[in-house]
């Protein structure tokens, strides 16, 4: 059974080029996004020389600021010509664009073929708006052609867990649901609860899938690995777990890698908004595709960040126009990597993303400090440590709640403690706590820090 023609006739080896074919001829009309050709393209373009792949950025950007100042009323003060400096121009949010009407709405809009995206409703600040199909088909692209350099291909088995919200079973339209049916993208493991007992029997179920691929919450798959674990058992997972939504913590990485023996884990940092599509890679870095988008991290004055210093991430979407996302605040603050990465592979990178924006630890005086701030010290202990999240309920109170694995002890408390103090200084109250649930986010997400005030 295990070779010869039951190997050679096994779904995952006929179904891909199927699919491949059935999506050009079907899907892809049918939903009015040519993902595949975009994957494919993004190929070509980053076999390009850097000069000629940089005149090609240039020359969208370009193409797109003439566009936006013809048909969008927010733009029409830009020059016709497209010749501009990117960072002469506005910096806009949600906030701004939800407030200014339909001026950011091109007047090309009803002949421009959208679907519908919902974003932020799992952190209480929902909006639902207009993603182009073409921008929508990039993304998608990118992420295919990723999954396949990382050894998974279009059509192989696949299963979602936790609860993406590109896939949020709430709001899937009845065309998308025959695509992730034909594409064999199993949902049914979808949902909210990670508690041990769930977790377990979702491993387990999650297993007999025999999927090529898992991908969903990092949060999901690190406490089904932990369950696993607390059994003293592993499992043969798929060959590629890739994590999205919220940070994989080094100690969620571990134990996955420890549970699923064999699986490669990989990191993607994404928006919807926007459209940002990016991995990991193993030196650390955060692939970007250059042909998706600009990416650029800004500091409060909105002047550009140095590599390595923390921003927010502000993007420019080549293709969206329904909708245009121009210098577009993300929400999230990170860090540039490398413009090329020791690693090899092309395209800029994001170093690392520290959080939200707002995110921060307050100070009475005012000084604030990311969540990022604190990290290495947690991730120096991550064998004693399972997760932590820290809780100000004032100024001068600040909750260090730590889930933790055998051997945490009282050293690892006062290090956890010293540090921070190193940087926040002796002000104010840390308590911390191991005997309390760490919150979830109303999206099931971790958060590492909750402000109440
Ligand atoms: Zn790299």
Same mark, same amino acid.
């Given at each position: 059974m295990r070779d010869g023609l039951g190997a050679a006739i096994s779904p995952n080896r006929w179904y891909p080029p199927v699919l491949y074919a059935l999506a050009r001829v079907a899907i892809q009309p049918a939903i009015k996004a040519r993902y595949l050709e975009a994957g494919q393209f993004t190929r070509t373009f980053e076999a390009w020389p850097t000069e000629r792949r940089e005149e090609w950025r240039q020359a969208k950007l370009t193409n797109l600021i003439a566009y936006l100042a013809k048909h969008v009323p927010a733009y029409h003060q830009l020059p016709s010509n497209g010749i501009v400096d990117l960072t002469d121009l506005p910096v806009v949010d949600k906030q701004i664009i939800i407030a200014a009407g339909d001026s950011y709405f091109s007047d090309e809009a009803p002949t421009l073929p959208v679907i519908? %995206?919902?974003?932020?409703?799992?952190?209480?600040?929902?909006?639902?708006? &207009?993603?182009?199909?073409?921008?929508?088909?990039? +993304?998608?692209?990118?992420?295919?052609?990723?999954?396949?350099?990382?050894?998974?291909?279009?059509?192989?088995?696949?299963?979602?867990?936790?609860?993406?919200?590109? @896939?949020?079973?709430?709001?899937?339209?009845?065309?998308?649901?025959?695509?992730?049916?034909?594409?064999?993208?199993?949902?049914?493991?979808?949902?909210?609860?990670? /508690?041990?007992?769930?977790?377990?029997?979702?491993?387990?179920?999650?297993?007999?899938?025999?999927? +090529?691929?898992?991908?969903?919450?990092?949060?999901?798959?690190?406490?089904?690995?932990?369950?696993? @674990?607390?059994?003293?058992?592993?499992? %043969?997972?798929?060959?590629?777990?890739?994590?999205?939504a919220e940070p994989l913590w080094p100690s969620w990485k571990m134990a996955i890698e420890a549970a699923f023996p064999g699986s490669n884990v990989v990191e993607e940092y994404g928006a919807n908004d926007g459209g940002v599509i990016s991995h990991r890679c193993p030196l650390g870095n955060f692939h970007l595709a250059d042909n998706q988008s600009i990416v650029e991290v800004l500091d409060p004055t909105n002047a550009p960040c140095s590599q390595g210093v923390d921003g927010d991430i502000v993007i420019t979407n080549f293709t969206a126009k329904h909708l245009p996302f121009l210098r577009y605040?993300?929400?999230?603050?990170?860090?540039?990597?490398?413009?090329?990465? /020791?690693?090899?592979?092309?395209?800029?990178?994001?170093?690392?993303?520290?959080?939200?924006?707002?995110?921060?630890?307050?100070?009475?005086?005012?000084?604030?400090?990311? &969540?990022?701030?604190?990290?290495?010290v947690f991730n120096d202990i991550a064998d004693y440590v399972r997760q932590w999240q820290m809780v100000q309920p004032s100024v001068n109170h600040l909750i260090i709640r730590v889930s933790t694995r055998p051997g945490f002890d009282q050293q690892h408390q006062a290090l956890i403690e010293d540090t921070v103090r190193s940087f926040i200084g002796n002000e104010i109250k840390i308590d911390i706590v191991t005997d309390q649930p760490l919150e979830l986010t109303k999206g099931g997400k971790h958060k590492v820090l909750i402000r109440t005030f």
């Open positions: 519908q %995206k919902h974003t932020g409703g799992s952190t209480g600040d929902p909006w639902n708006y &207009p993603m182009d199909r073409v921008a929508w088909a990039d +993304a998608y692209g990118i992420q295919l052609l990723r999954f396949e350099e990382m050894g998974v291909r279009y059509g192989e088995n696949r299963v979602t867990l936790g609860f993406p919200t590109s @896939l949020g079973l709430g709001h899937v339209s009845f065309s998308k649901r025959v695509r992730l049916l034909v594409e064999r993208t199993d949902t049914e493991l979808c949902s909210f609860e990670i /508690d041990p007992v769930t977790s377990l029997d979702r491993a387990h179920r999650a297993v007999k899938k025999n999927a +090529a691929l898992w991908y969903g919450y990092a949060g999901t798959i690190a406490a089904m690995a932990e369950a696993l @674990l607390a059994e003293g058992m592993t499992l %043969k997972g798929p060959r590629l777990i890739v994590t999205m605040r993300l929400g999230d603050v990170g860090a540039l990597g490398p413009e090329q990465c /020791d690693c090899g592979r092309p395209g800029r990178t994001i170093a690392r993303v520290s959080g939200r924006t707002g995110d921060a630890v307050l100070l009475a005086d005012g000084r604030e400090f990311m &969540p990022v701030t604190f990290f290495t």
